[in-house]
Structures are given as C-alpha cells and as structure tokens.
C-alpha cells in the first residue's frame, strides 16, 4: 500500500505486513530525508498490547538531518495523543449499541 501523509505530504510505503507476528514496516520518503519505520506489537494481557515503535533515517539534506535530530521532540508528545485516540475508539467498540 502507498500513500500520501495530508500533514506533510510525505509519501508511505507499506514495505512489511506480517500479521502474524505482529509488525508492520514503512518507509517514509522526504524531499529532506526517508525514514523506515517499524511497529512491534507484542501481546499485553487481556486488553492490552505493548507496541515498540523504531525509526531509522536517511538524511539527504542539513535538513534532513535536523529533522532527525528533533524527532524525539515531538514525537513522544504525538504517542500520548494515539493513545488516547485509540482508547476512545475501543472504548466506543466495547460499548453496547442502543436497542
């Protein structure tokens, strides 16, 4: 699968799916630099996973470079807010429908 960040444009390519081991991989392609990303999940207990997120980057540019250098930055704020998004959405899930 491809396709294109609305945020940034950046264009995601699903290079790895291996559903049953629990890890997908992208690549993420820049003007300024690519990165691979890779997400393990590993199971948590009941209703719970342990997700391990990893990015390696290939800066074409200084400012590419910089990019990678500030990533942390913003990055662990980003994973608070997925969290959340993803636990309302389940909580939503697990919800009885109206009758």
């Known amino acids: 699968m491809v396709f294109r960040n609305g945020q940034d444009k950046a264009l995601w390519i699903v290079s790895r799916l ?3 081991a629990r ?3 992208y690549v993420i392609v820049r003007d300024d630099v690519y990165a691979i990303l890779r997400c393990d999940v590993a199971d948590g207990g009941q ?3 342990l997700a391990t997120v ?3 980057w290939i800066s074409r540019t200084p400012a590419g470079n910089e990019m990678a250098k500030s990533h942390d930055l913003h990055f662990t704020p980003m ?4 969290e959340r998004a993803m636990n ?3 909580e ?3 919800t009885p429908a109206p009758k």
Do not use: H
């Not at 994973?79 to 997925?82: I, S």
């Open 18 to 20: 291996d559903p049953a």
């Open 79 to 82: 994973l608070a807010g997925w």
């Open 23 to 25: 890890v997908i991989e």
């Open 54 to 56: 990893t990015y390696r």
């Open 47 to 49: 209703k719970e996973a």
């Open 88 to 90: 309302a959405v389940l």
């Open 92 to 94: 939503r899930e697990q």
